[in-house]
């Protein structure tokens, strides 16, 4: 679905290169998600944002960053890439009334880091 | 005490067969369990969720079967079809948190 979409959708690098992904969504939601997904370890948890201003280290921090430049836009930066961050990455808006929260995932991005 | 763990890591099922992913859990925090459904080239997307007030949710085909006293959950596909092909997590969340623990997943191939 178009409503979260990840640019690039498939990147090549090399070890030591800067690279950014790109999210964003059109579905209003204030939630918004990065995880990785290696074969065998599941899907990670990397950063996660609850609105513009606010910006939270998920299990994996370590090697990224993000920045949220508007609601709809969520991005995830690699400064120094290695090897070991070939891997998918998705996006993920969240919403929902309440306490309960469905995460809707963009198409993904895969990422190799030569 | 973070963590879900998933099993089997893969499954072949004949169609028409039913194929039965299974969970557990530590953390009795843990008050909200989805089921996300992946398919190849796509993010992954809801298929069930479970509270733990009930000890079954069933959505069609899909059946979430849950044991709060083991700590385990798990989901039945009946009569399963080639087009369930597809990668299917398991989740746990506390509510109000607004994330989730997942699963390692379970590649399903189900034959024709």
């Known amino acids: 679905d178009a409503d979260v979409t990840q640019t690039p959708r498939n990147r090549i690098t090399k070890t030591g290169k800067r690279i950014m992904l790109e999210c964003s969504q059109t579905k209003g939601h204030d939630r918004m998600y990065w995880y990785r997904q290696d074969p065998g370890l599941g899907l990670r948890l990397i950063y996660y944002s609850f609105d513009v201003k606010d910006i939270n280290k998920g299990e994996i921090s370590d090697g990224y960053s993000v920045s949220r430049q508007a609601q709809a836009k969520f991005s995830l930066s690699l400064e120094s890439a290695i090897p070991n961050q070939t891997a998918l990455y998705f996006c993920a808006t969240g919403e929902g009334a309440g306490r309960y929260n469905e995460q809707f995932f963009g198409p993904g991005t895969r990422l190799t880091v030569l | 005490q973070q963590q879900v763990k998933q099993s089997p890591q893969s499954l072949i099922v004949q169609k028409g067969g039913i194929s039965i992913i299974n969970c557990a859990y530590e953390n009795t ?21 479970i509270r733990p007030d009930v000890s079954e949710k069933k959505e069609g ?40 623990i997942f699963g390692t997943g379970t590649r399903l191939k189900v034959l024709a």
């Open chain 2, 29 to 49: 925090a843990f008050d909200y369990f989805p089921w996300y459904q992946q398919f190849p080239g796509k993010g992954p997307a809801l298929l069930i969720a």
């Open chain 2, 61 to 100: 085909r899909f059946t979430i079967s849950f044991n709060k006293s083991a700590k385990q959950f798990s989901l039945h596909i009946m009569d399963s079809q080639p087009g369930d092909s597809a990668t299917y997590f398991c989740a746990a969340s506390i509510s109000g948190t607004y994330k989730y």
